[in-house]
């Protein structure tokens, strides 16, 4: 079977891409659907996929994973009634909300139950909230509002007393109250043109979505989301999500500690290409200032005969390790790692203690690497961002350094070491502005909190919190200057 050509029309056609492991999922679906109809070889079924958009979609129907469950990542629809409709409602008299892919209807009917809760069934005077999604076996489902427990993760006993009815087989039925107050449309993300009624929109939802695509599909279906989003209108994703997509089409507004996309009048969303401007920015190099942190320590790597021998496990392997790489014994600390990583794969913080000491050791790319694998595999983890931070800064690469300090404040929007490195950055590519507000910014922080808590496991402080705030202190006066 040729897979490769069922993949190039899958992704030519609505985006999804197959890889690796997901290669199963495709090869099972063609065979299903293959079977279904008495198709004689896989050539044929391609040929038929290619002339027939309603076998098209019955694979397509197979093909899309649709977990997921009501009330997920919460936060999203608690700023979402209690700031993001309070700020459109004082502009305009009605606003729409969609669901971008949005499945057997769990998150819009999880915003209907929102909207209900906070501002009683009189919301649907100025509000309208739409669910659409590209596989139509699941618009079905969504339209009957029927659920298992499996939807209901964490899921509040007495909102589920309220709005929905216990059925015989032990499942839940929503009430039509909520089910009427979602319309839902049939939506491939990859389309060139979005229907009218799917337009004009004031909140996206488009959470979890764009897993299935590769990076140039994730930047095409971003980009047509915000044209059809109104001018100070919100596209809300995934908190793993959020930052991967700041490629200069919308801006960022932090509401009660999350991100959430926002349209600017001043944001071009036309149909021409767009440039992030972190892409343009004046990479002209600086001689760089003693770093706040030390991560120019470079020590010989013992040859393999000389390290010390594997060990068993126990609890305090890590805290070994960690004692070894402080006192510069580097070979002995990548060893003991090295069988603690054996010992537990998903064991990430073994993960961030090894990149530490490679930028240590001045391997870099293996350095790189490894965070790489941690960020991958760990996406919430703050220190891999920083780390790869660190490596960037080490080869003058502020537009590198820029993205991953972004990542990490993302993650933790008080680490006062990722803001100070991003201020460098800043200074370094020339901009003064915002320089001058990431150094305001470390150093208030440093004045309410610990200058220990810098987010890495193993670099010492090199200096106190006086040398810092004076640092900080130079160049604010250096900056108002100027700006």
Not at 369 to 380: G, H, S
Request: glycine share 4%.
């Amino acid at each position: 079977m040729d897979l490769d050509a069922f993949n190039n029309l899958i992704i030519n056609k609505c985006g999804l891409f197959f890889e690796n492991e997901r290669l199963l999922t495709l090869t099972e679906a063609i065979n299903k659907r293959m079977l279904t109809i008495n198709s004689q070889s896989s050539k044929d079924y391609l040929q038929i996929l290619q002339s027939d958009s309603s076998e098209f979609n019955e694979l397509i129907n197979l093909l899309t994973v649709n977990e997921t469950y009501f009330f997920r990542e919460s936060q999203h629809l608690k700023i979402l009634t209690d700031s993001i409709v309070p700020e459109l409602l004082s502009k305009k008299p009605f606003i729409k909300i969609m669901s971008a892919g949005c499945s057997t209807g769990q998150e819009p009917y999880s915003i209907v139950i929102s909207m209900y809760e906070k501002y009683g069934s009189g919301f649907k005077k100025f509000c309208s909230i739409i669910g659409a999604d590209i596989d139509s076996s699941t618009l079905k489902k969504a339209k009957i509002g029927k659920y298992n427990r499996e939807s209901f993760r964490n899921f509040d006993d007495d909102l589920k007393k309220k709005y929905f009815d216990e059925t015989n087989d032990g499942c839940h039925q929503l009430k039509n109250s909520v089910i009427d107050a979602v319309d839902f449309h049939m939506l491939n993300l990859q389309s060139p043109v979005y229907p009218d009624n799917l337009k004009d929109i004031d909140v996206i939802f488009y959470r979890n979505v764009s897993i299935y695509f590769q990076s140039d599909t994730k930047k095409e279906i971003f980009k047509k989301l915000s044209q059809i989003l109104n001018n100070e209108g919100f596209l809300i994703l995934s908190s793993t999500e959020t930052f991967f997509h700041n490629i200069g089409i919308l801006s960022l507004k932090e509401i009660n500690g999350l991100f959430i996309y926002h349209k600017n009048t001043d944001i071009v969303t036309d149909t021409s290409p767009c440039t992030n401007p972190i892409e343009i920015v004046d990479r002209r190099k600086h001689n760089r200032k003693s770093l706040p942190v030390q991560t120019k320590e470079i020590a010989p790597r013992l040859p393999k005969t000389q390290r010390i021998e594997r060990r068993t496990i126990t609890p305090n392997l890590f805290e070994e390790a960690l004692a070894l790489g402080m006192d510069k014994k580097y070979d002995q600390a990548l060893s003991a790692i090295d069988t603690l990583i054996n010992s537990n794969k998903t064991f990430y913080k073994a993960y961030t203690l090894k990149t530490s000491i490679l930028i240590n050791l001045n391997c870099l790319k293996e350095a790189k690497d490894t965070a790489l694998f941690i960020v991958k595999n760990d996406p919430l983890n703050i220190e891999a961002y920083i780390l790869l931070g660190l490596i960037a800064r080490i080869e003058q690469d502020d537009l590198s350094i820029i993205k991953r300090m972004k990542e990490a404040l993302y993650l933790k929007p008080n680490n006062w070491l990722a803001h100070f490195y991003l201020a460098e950055a800043h200074l370094n590519s020339g901009e003064k502005i915002e320089a001058y507000k990431e150094y305001k910014i470390v150093l208030k922080l440093l004045e309410t909190g610990s200058i220990i808590d810098h987010g890495l496991t193993m670099f010492p402080m090199s200096g106190s919190i006086e040398q810092l705030q004076h640092l900080c202190r130079n160049n604010l006066s250096r900056l108002e200057k100027i700006v």
